[in-house]
């Protein structure tokens, strides 16, 4: 559900810029917490590489095939670092695979990034209020997906009239993709719980 | 007579980008046979074995399993006939838990529930890792991934075994029990055997016939007769075991034997019959020929000349 | 799933393959930012024309090209239908009681012939230099660093993390896995896209273990041996007129 | 009297979730020497060499190099005394090209850029990939790869270069090619190897002295007294040389020498001398202790009662 470029109007896209701008400054001080960013530097990019390379899987649904968004999971999974990982993969497939484009980069990441932040504080908060982790997984992968098309149909809506109704069917196009990514959320959160614990933004010792 | 397990006629494969990968493989593989297919890295060999089982399909028809074109096998069929274990283990186990991995293939199958965990009952006791059905797979040790990898394709319990470099990166005692165990799956459960493998030390213990692959076949025959040809090996970057060099050797300090030795294990034999026949003693000198011959044989096998 | 490609035909010999990565960068971008902007068909039109004039002289392959464009068309020519349905104003006309309007299918229009310009001269631009001196470039127009370096450890990696997620699909595969959209088949995605991101997490820690014994300091520099000549400034100059051009038009139009 | 190299006293280093790595480590390593660091998976081998160049930093200055503590040495003067080249070498080729890899250590220590240039010209000539600065490592084979990762430690130019298993997973040429390079850096740049190896057939041609690493440091020696020792080998899940075994094997058919050879070179030349040196022959017989010796032998060698 990326944005190609050429289809928003100039305040849009600057806004989104500006938002991004503003989320990467923040994201990136705030990831330099307890240990330097040039440290996870490393890390962070390939793990960037693999969730790049997750959402290159193609599920078929119904008569058509979509490719996974994992947007919640990165969330889940890399914190506020998620904000500058999903830019990176997002500039990446815009530059190599023509998902999206570059001037939208700004409105396509606060569209996939801001719902990720969002996972990660609900996941976190689900966690002390003793939700499963498969459960509250699924959540976020749901959550993470709604949210994305509700900021997508905004910024829709926001550059002209015209795209009230290509928002609703955007809307309804993605029912089928929020429950798959749910699905696949839970799935690898129950796996990462279980195989790399300390991947996810929890402390499971007691729980183990 | 024995059936014909494995049949392939003039198979080409080229990859995407044009890249030629097999050209002309003809192969025959008896029920029950232990093969082994040797040829550097980029010869082949993994495109060889999807193929075996199918999941790179072939259009002309000329992979046939058991006397059936394996194209025209349903998925079950395929998985049932041919097993495949690759290399790496990482690649292989991605479930949760150990049952899970060794039960992905009865599910594929659509075996019932009782039908798969007898096969992953029966398939962990066979590579010694019972007790481990719910370990997380990708926190054994490299010898244990190795076997569950193995258990993971026992499962299916397939007529034919193809396994990639089983022994690479083992430890000693790992390598050696993993080699018992794929001869004991060929003896007993009359199995078919066939591995890949780049150590050639261990090639002799796992292989009656070795085919010698480098995109095209470009050799084939029992073990003493391929490391005999000093020519095919420096051409395909191969080397000859160890224990075959050191006799080949000894030969030109005057050591008759009837066919050279591959391991230690057949070294002992020859050496006892060898100086058994010949009167309980034989003699190595140095002859006329033998540092002449001894230069041309280090020589052929240095390979930093090839 | 494919290997990114995007500077397969980065050898060839063109102009545009040899202008300077920089100015390069510096002015398709400001082409880009100016052509999605035009609000006239006409306009638009120009600029498309002008972008697939820049693609001639690059002399990079039509179906490169094509194959790339068209994920872009699903995107935008939905709206092509959409948009003149459901847009009020003048009808154009009416099938079935359903009419289209005259002002949805001009903006649709706009849309798609913007999106493709811009499309284009992203793949020119792109198609024409090795992605690694793109990403060099970045770093000597001193984008910011953290980005740039992540951009390029990921590029790296995606090469690896393809052939270790094309090994799982094989052995699941010869394990006889039909990837079906019903809960088995996610849950065996799920598991997978799990194992991709725990090999990626180790590799990441051994990647940093090996970048520190070679003394990384979070700054890795890298060669660039860019210079500009005179041709570069020129282009330059045509293409940052270019792009101020297509709006002054607009406005005293 | 030549430098003591490398000197560790003492170390013990536990991960963070409480597993013990290395216990009570004693080394000393002279300028110059050529060391094998062999033992099983998860002996502690890439814990001991992330030590070796400050990777991991001891608190209690235990780990010295050429008589300093590493823990008070600047990153430059660390990655300049010793380099490591890790396993798999798509872990350290991290860079966009082959040029940026082996620059990538000059630049880290300040170099300017004339030097910078000098080295990775002059590393990647040492391995043989003059020509490959621009490639990108995605499309480089296997072994191109290895001999990359090595250049980019070469660049350095460490005066102690640790290799953890150089050879593994190389075809035959590969790794003549490799240990080659290995030694001539060793005899006539005088860099001090130390390498971690599974391949025990070729630990005698990178090594003159071993340590047998299992958490502690269970032995040191030259290679053919640690491989004289079967319980040694045994209790550390450890193979001896086929070359090796197998002249056990002769010496049990009345062959003596004065040290067994661990590789088709020396033994060679151990034959050559023996026989020159008995009055041009020597005899092979079986007697009396010859089945029963052979018996104990075998048994000792076989890894599956281990």
């Given at each position: 559900m990326h944005i190609s470029d050429g289809v928003l109007s100039l305040p849009v896209v600057a806004a989104g810029w500006i938002i991004t701008v503003a989320l990467l400054v923040i994201t990136l001080r705030w990831g330099e917490?307890?240990?330097s960013i040039a440290e996870q530097i490393p890390k962070l990019s390939i793990m960037t590489g693999a969730f790049f390379v997750a959402s290159l899987i193609h599920v078929s649904v119904g008569p058509t095939s979509v490719h996974l968004i994992l947007n919640g999971l990165l969330g889940v999974v890399l914190g506020v670092l998620s904000y500058p990982a999903m830019f990176i993969g997002l500039t990446l497939q815009a530059l190599?695979?023509?998902?999206?484009?570059l001037t939208v980069l700004g409105v396509n990441t606060m569209i996939m990034g801001v719902p990720g932040l969002i996972s990660y504080a609900v996941f976190k908060t689900g966690y002390k209020r003793n939700i499963s982790l498969t459960a509250l997984g699924a959540l976020c992968g749901a959550l993470a997906t709604v949210l994305a098309v509700i900021l997508l149909a905004v910024v829709l809506v926001t550059t002209g009239e015209e795209f009230v109704a290509v928002a609703k069917l955007a809307a309804v196009a993605h029912v089928p993709i929020m429950i798959v990514e749910a699905i696949v959320t839970g799935f690898v959160v129950a796996y990462l719980a279980k195989v790399?614990?300390?991947?996810?933004?929890?402390?499971l010792g007691d729980k183990r | 007579m024995t059936k014909e397990a494995v049949s392939i006629r003039d198979l080409n494969y080229s990859y995407p980008d044009g890249t030629v990968a097999l050209e002309d493989i003809n192969i025959t593989i008896e029920e029950g046979e232990r093969i082994a297919i040797i040829g550097q890295n980029g010869a082949g060999k993994t495109t060889l074995f999807l193929h075996l089982n199918g999941t790179i399909k072939s259009c002309d028809n000329n992979v046939v399993i058991f006397g059936k074109d394996?194209?025209?096998?349903?998925s079950k069929e395929r998985i049932e006939k041919v097993g495949v274990v690759f290399q790496d283990p990482d690649d292989q186990l991605f479930m949760p838990t150990i049952f899970d991995d060794v039960a992905f293939g009865p599910i594929n199958m659509g075996l019932d529930e009782d039908e798969v965990e007898r096969r992953v009952r029966s398939a962990l006791a066979t590579v010694g890792l019972?007790?481990?059905?719910?370990?997380?797979?990708?926190?054994?040790?490299y010898g244990q991934k190795k076997r569950a990898a193995l258990a993971a394709v026992l499962s299916m319990e397939p007529r034919i075994l193809v396994l990639d470099e089983p022994t690479a990166n083992l430890d000693p005692m790992n390598r050696a029990s993993l080699i018992e165990l794929i001869n004991d799956l060929n003896r007993d459960k009359g199995i078919t055997t066939i591995v890949a493998m780049h150590d050639v030390n261990a090639v002799s213990q796992l292989a009656d016939r070795i085919y010698v692959l480098n995109k095209r076949m470009v050799a084939e025959g029992p073990p003493t007769e391929i490391f005999m040809d000093f020519d095919l090996l420096r051409e395909n970057n191969l080397d000859a075991p160890d224990v075959f060099k050191l006799f080949s050797v000894l030969s030109c300090f005057g050591f008759n034997c009837e066919s050279l030795p591959l391991s230690i294990n057949e070294a002992v034999e020859v050496l006892t019959k060898t100086i058994e026949g010949d009167e309980k003693h034989v003699h190595l000198h140095i002859h006329e020929h033998t540092h002449e011959d001894l230069e041309v044989l280090m020589h052929r096998y240095d390979h930093h000349h090839g | 799933m494919d290997y990114p490609e995007i500077d397969r035909y980065a050898s060839l010999d063109s102009p545009i393959h040899r202008f300077d990565p920089r100015a390069k960068i510096i002015t398709f971008v400001l082409l880009l930012i100016s052509f999605v902007f035009v609000q006239k068909i006409s306009v638009a039109f120009l600029a498309l024309l002008f972008s697939l004039l820049l693609l001639l002289v690059s002399k990079l392959p039509i179906r490169f090209i094509l194959k790339r464009v068209q994920i872009v068309l699903i995107f935008v020519l939905p709206l092509l239908i959409i948009m003149p349905l459901t847009v009020?104003?003048?009808?154009l006309f009416s099938v079935f009681g359903i009419s289209a309007t005259r002002e949805g299918l001009w903006y649709a229009s706009l849309i798609v012939i913007r999106s493709m310009a811009a499309v284009i001269l992203i793949l020119t631009m792109l198609g024409s230099m090795r992605f690694d001196t793109t990403i060099k470039a970045l770093y000597t127009l001193k984008a910011p660093k953290t980005l740039v370096q992540m951009l390029m450890f990921t590029y790296r990696y995606i090469f690896v993390i393809i052939d270790e997620f094309l090994s799982m699909w094989r052995a699941m595969s010869a394990k006889g896995f039909n990837p079906r959209t019903n809960m088995y088949g996610l849950s065996v995605m799920g598991n997978m896209v799990g194992m991709l991101i725990v090999k990626s997490y180790e590799r990441g820690e051994r990647v940093y273990q090996a970048m520190i014994s070679r003394g990384y300091t979070g700054n890795p520099k890298t060669r660039t041996a860019f210079a500009m000549r005179r041709t570069d400034y020129v282009l330059s100059a045509i293409f940052v007129g270019i792009a101020i051009l297509v709006h002054i038009n607009t406005v005293m139009m």
């Open positions: 917490r307890d240990k190599l695979f023509q998902h999206g484009g790399k614990p300390e991947l996810l933004p929890v402390d | 394996i194209g025209q096998m349903k019972t007790g481990f059905e719910d370990r997380v797979p990708h926190h054994l040790s | 009020k104003g003048t009808e």
